[in-house]
Every structure is written in structure tokens, then in C-alpha cells.
């Protein structure tokens, strides 16, 4: 059974640095595209990162680019997201979600078909 769990978040001070995990369990995980969104309070869910287990190829939104890292340690199955510089309107719960095969160049919701649980992050100013 493919399962991905999302951790790392709390509360943080604004220009905080967390770092957020996803585990993966049940899959070959080299094989897989991961990826991460964020849903804010009101909003719809939106695509921050990805990265291609096979060669670790990765995606970033525009608008996380210069504060926002991802990056992979296969031999752990675990996906790490680095949000730098953390601001006030990063406060959501931020998803991990899988899928076998390599990531399209820009992720979206409908290519990933295993999603983790969430975790949330909120910024205090």
C-alpha cells in the first residue's frame, strides 16, 4: 500500500526557516514523481515543488522560487521541502502526494495519485 506522510510543520515566527518531510512507504520510491502543495485558509491548493526520484530533476513555482528548496534522500524514501525566509501568507497545511513515473515539467493535482495527510504551518508575525 503506497503511503506518503507529511511532517514538520507548526507554528513558526515570520522569517523562520522550516523544513518539511515526506515519507514514503509501500512503493518503489526511486521510481516516483513527489510532489508538494499548499492549501491557505480560503484558497484552493496550490503546487509548490516537485522532484523526479529518477534523477532528482525538480520543479518550483514561481512564486517560492529564491526561498523554497526541495530535494530527496532515496535511500531514506523521504522528500524534504526548505521554506526559508518564512512570510505571513505561508501559513497552510502543505501536502505531499506520489506518483510512478517521472514528473511532468510543471506539477499538477491530477498527475499525483497517492496523497499524504498534511501538515500544517502557520506563521506567526
Known amino acids: 500500500e503506497v503511503q506518503l506522510q507529511a511532517s514538520g510543520g507548526g507554528l513558526v515566527q515570520t522569517g523562520g526557516s522550516p523544513r518539511l518531510s515526506c515519507a514514503a512507504t509501500?512503493?518503489?520510491?526511486?521510481?516516483?514523481?513527489i510532489g508538494w502543495f499548499r492549501q491557505a485558509p480560503g484558497k484552493e491548493r496550490e503546487a509548490i515543488a516537485s522532484i523526479s526520484n529518477y534523477d532528482s530533476s525538480t520543479f518550483l513555482a514561481d512564486f517560492v522560487k529564491g526561498r523554497f528548496d526541495i530535494s530527496n534522500d532515496n535511500a531514506k524514501n523521504m522528500v524534504s521541502l526548505q521554506i526559508n525566509s518564512l512570510k505571513p501568507e505561508d501559513t497552510a497545511v502543505y501536502y505531499c502526494a506520489g506518483s510512478l513515473g517521472r514528473c511532468p515539467l510543471v506539477i499538477y493535482e491530477e498527475y499525483l495519485d497517492s496523497w499524504g495527510q498534511g501538515t500544517q504551518v502557520t506563521v506567526s508575525s
Open positions: 509501500g512503493f518503489s520510491f526511486d521510481d516516483y514523481c
